[in-house]
Structure formats: structure tokens, C-alpha cells
């Protein structure tokens, strides 16, 4: 149990009475997310009144389940209230929930709530019911509702957010990556942002001038497919918007056997696979083990050629057929002609 003792005084002018007060708080937690808490108050006041308080709340917390379960009871307001809290631990697509019950001296009032976060919308109904003290008085009942969901644009691009408050990022995923489950920033069994049907993933609640992380995450892509850098850094400026690119293009992984113009192996070298097709594609760097195996990603269909470092001269070119996607086995590729290569261990992967 943990205690707090507390005290005012306050000194008064114009004849009228200083006045003091003094509280004591006792707080206990019996585990299993249970709690109580107790605080009693003494006040003198400056027309020479006393007062005294006390005010108890029990609470009941259910992390696993996300609920949580209050009673407060308060003496000098003679209130009583019991509330009920669901909190999903979804950061969206999921549904929170509440309903309390509230005694104020002879009127009485429940109120009840439903809140859903969604990755485009946002939707919220409550109904509040108030029994005043006087028979002569109607029962006073309220339903309200809300509904907010936002179209935002930047650099061409259109998306579907919840209300945007500030600034926000726009997750454009490539054509080849169409029909792909793809989230952003991971929270539990959901995303904070999705990319779906609807369009982009679309990040509503960035703050200007706050450095940002942002993770990205695509449990099911298939084998070849390239989603790019796992993690992004933005530093939006002021109600700005920031668009990030994910994705290729690439749906291809690569295997083959490197062989020289006789057919033995071309062991333990390294080289690169320009694109043929893509000129401005940054050539990818692969490595043949002892038996001349090699592979590679982040391709897609194309002309290209593997050039070794070792010779100038001893480059192949290959065709990956339209079409392809995930691994492929092109089996056997030749040099054209005769190669001058050494097999250096610093060029192998293993060393």
C-alpha cells in the first residue's frame, strides 16, 4: 500500500477568515490488474465552514482482453458512478466500446458508445439517457453520431485517409505489387495504415517538424517480388505530405549455373547483372560458388548480361521470358568464348 499526506492554508484579507485544508490518500493494488484508491478530506473554510470528502474508486483492469471496469463513489458531490471500457488493441479496424451508469444526488443518467477506427473512416454513435430529480421533468434522451473520412492528393496521387489533422504520408505500392497485403507500422494484429483496394496507404496522423519512422511490412509476398527498403525516416514540414514509392517491379528470383565455353564450372567469382532492357536499372552483384551456382533478385522480364570483374570479356547475356514471377531456374549459362579467371577465396561469399 502506498500513502500521500497533503495540506493548505491560505491567508485571507478584508476581515474575512483564512482558510486550511488536509488530505490523505491510501492507495492499494491486489493484483491481477485490481485497484483501489482512497482519499479523505478535511477543509476549513474562510466563512467558517467545515467540509469533509471522501472519494473511493475501485478499478478492475483486463489487459488480455482490453477492458477495463471503474465504481467511484463520492461523498461532498454524493455521486456514484460505473463505467465499462472496451479499447481494441488494434491501432485500426477495430471497435471500442464503453457504458457507465451515474447517480448525482436524485438524478440518475447511463450513457453508452461505439467507436470504430477504420483505415479510411471513422465512425462513432452514443446514446446518453438522464432522469432529472423532478417528476415534473422529462426524461432527457440524446443519440448522436459521427462519421469523418478524408481525400487527400499529392505528387498525382489520390488516397482515401481517416480525418487528417496535420500532415500526412501517402504509401504508393508498384503495379506488380497489386492485390499484395501490405501495412504500415505494425501494431498488434493490424497496421496504423493499409494499402488495399481502395488505394495507398495513407498515414493521417504525422506531426510537422517531428522525425518519423515508418515501417513497412508485407507478411505474404510472394517469393521474387521486391518490396524495397523494410524502413523510411520522414520529416514533414509544416500540414505537408510526403510520398513514398514501395516496390520495383521486381518479381523475379534468379538461379542458374555459371559454365565456361567447355562446360566446366566458373568457380568462386564475382560479377553483375545489367539490364539490358532497363538501362537505368542499378545492376545487381552476384557470386558463383565452387560449382559455378549462383542466384540473384530483384529482377524482373528482360534482356540482360552477367559481366565478371575478373575479365572484361567474359560477360553472358540471358532473357527472362514475360510473364515469370518468383523463383526461376534458367539452368546452364555459357560464356561465349574463352575467360582468364583465377579463383580468389576473397571472392567467396563463404570467406
Known amino acids: 500500500m502506498s500513502a500521500g499526506l497533503g495540506g493548505t492554508y ?12 488536509v488530505g490523505l490518500l491510501l492507495s492499494k493494488s491486489f493484483g491481477r490488474g485490481a485497484s483501489l484508491d482512497l482519499t479523505l478530506e478535511h477543509r476549513e473554510l474562510s466563512t467558517g465552514q467545515t467540509e469533509q470528502r ?21 461523498t461532498y458531490m454524493k455521486t456514484s458512478l460505473a463505467d465499462w471500457q472496451y479499447t481494441s488493441t488494434d491501432a485500426a479496424g477495430g471497435w471500442n466500446a464503453n457504458l457507465g451508469a451515474q447517480r448525482q444526488r436524485d438524478e440518475y443518467s447511463a450513457v453508452g ?38 481525400l487527400v492528393y499529392a505528387d498525382g496521387q489520390f488516397g482515401l485517409s481517416r480525418p487528417v ?61 521486391e518490396l524495397g527498403p523494410g524502413e523510411y525516416t520522414v520529416w514533414p514540414t509544416y500540414k505537408s505530405a510526403t510520398v513514398m ?60 548480361e552477367l559481366r565478371l570483374f575478373a575479365d572484361a570479356q567474359a560477360k553472358v547475356r540471358f532473357e527472362i521470358p514475360k510473364g515469370k514471377a518468383g523463383l526461376y531456374d534458367m539452368g546452364s549459362l555459357r560464356l561465349p568464348g574463352p575467360a582468364r579467371l583465377e579463383n580468389s577465396s576473397t571472392n567467396d561469399p563463404g570467406k
Not at 471522501?54 to 463520492?74: I, K, W
Request: charged content about 20%; glycine content about 10%; proline content about 6%.
Open 10 to 21: 491560505q491567508l485571507s484579507r478584508g476581515g474575512q477568515r483564512d482558510s486550511s485544508g
Open 54 to 74: 471522501a472519494f473511493l474508486s475501485l478499478t478492475f483492469f483486463f489487459p488480455q482482453h482490453g477492458q477495463t471496469v471503474r465504481f467511484t463513489e463520492d
Open 113 to 150: 458508445g461505439l467507436r470504430y477506427t477504420g483505415y479510411r473512416a471513422d465512425l462513432s454513435l452514443s446514446h446518453d439517457v438522464t432522469t432529472p430529480a423532478s417528476s415534473a421533468e422529462n426524461v432527457d434522451n440524446r443519440t448522436s453520431g459521427r462519421f469523418g473520412t478524408a
Open 165 to 225: 489533422q496535420d500532415s500526412f504520408a501517402l504509401v504508393v505500392p508498384h503495379s506488380e505489387l497489386a492485390g499484395q497485403k501490405i501495412g504500415v507500422d505494425p501494431v498488434g494484429h493490424s497496421y496504423t495504415a493499409r494499402a488495399d483496394w481502395l488505394g495507398p496507404a495513407v498515414l493521417p496522423n504525422l506531426t510537422s517538424y517531428q522525425v518519423r519512422k515508418v515501417t513497412i511490412d508485407a507478411p505474404d509476398l510472394p517469393l521474387g517480388y
Open 245 to 304: 514509392r514501395i516496390g520495383t517491379g521486381a518479381t523475379v528470383l534468379l538461379r542458374g549455373v555459371l559454365e565456361t565455353a567447355d562446360g566446366a564450372p566458373v568457380s568462386l567469382q564475382a560479377g553483375e547483372i545489367v539490364s539490358l532492357s532497363e538501362p537505368k536499372m542499378t545492376p545487381i552483384e552476384v557470386f558463383t560458388n565452387r560449382k559455378g551456382k549462383f542466384m540473384a533478385e530483384g529482377l524482373k522480364p528482360g534482356a540482360f
